[in-house]
């Protein structure tokens, strides 16, 4: 389930159908053979070798694209190809994970992003050099937002930061959110903090 919420959206519909009879429209090639199911074995195959955070970064970019894009948008896939050769682990560091993601996604929107299952098929060249930079702009600020809400000196801005970003999909839960020690003043590190009361937990859903 949680594989599927990362891949599959209001925007992509997967069907398991003969791999023969699926054709996608190119426009260099004309009508061509595609079959969405190689390309989500592939990604399943990246998620086993690379680990659950690659999945959840994938969840992270594909919130990215519904909140900024009002229709259309990079596709789930070209997401996936995009960020797998990216993506390195950083342990217990989503946030890392998917900056260092975000920061690589422009450049490689440029260069143009190839299927990693048909090396003459590129994801990009059906995209107006418009459309590419639209993206390449919208993922720079994205990189900007998500530095900012890492370095923030309190909990509620960095929501900010990533709440413009992710929208309601990102929860406004600032108490579950610790403070950057690395971003504050030498003075305020050095004291430790103190135990608030506690509050419950709401049940939060992503997309």
């Known amino acids: 389930m949680v594989f599927d919420s990362a891949i599959n959206s209001e925007r992509d519909t997967w069907k398991t159908l003969p791999s023969d009879k699926i054709l996608l429209a190119d426009r260099k090639q004309g009508w061509r053979k595609s079959d969405p199911m190689a390309m989500k ?8 070798e690379k680990g659950d955070q690659l999945i959840r970064v994938v969840r992270y970019l594909k919130a990215f694209r519904d909140k900024q894009w009002e229709d259309k948008g990079p596709s789930s ?24 993601v975000v920061k690589g996604i422009p450049d ?24 590419i930079a639209d993206a390449v702009e919208l993922f720079q600020v994205f990189a900007n937002h998500l530095e900012g809400a890492i370095d ?11 709440h413009n970003m992710l929208g309601d999909r990102f929860p406004n839960a600032p108490y579950r959110m610790k403070s950057n020690p690395e971003s504050l003043p030498a003075s305020m590190a050095a ?8 509050e419950p937990v709401k049940r939060t859903k992503a997309g």
């Not at 004291?191 to 506690?198: E, F």
Request: with cysteine.
């Open 152 to 162: 923030a000196t309190d909990a509620q801005t960095a929501y900010h930061w990533l």
């Open 77 to 100: 896939i070209l997401l996936m190809a995009a960020a797998c050769p990216l993506f390195e682990y950083f342990d217990k560091r989503d946030d890392h994970a998917l900056l260092n």
């Open 191 to 198: 004291i430790a903090p103190l135990a608030g009361p506690a």
């Open 41 to 48: 074995n592939w990604f399943k195959r990246e998620c086993r």
């Open 108 to 131: 490689a929107l440029r260069k143009g992003v190839m299927s990693p299952i048909d090396p003459e098929a590129s994801l990009t060249a059906h995209m107006t050099k418009e459309a």
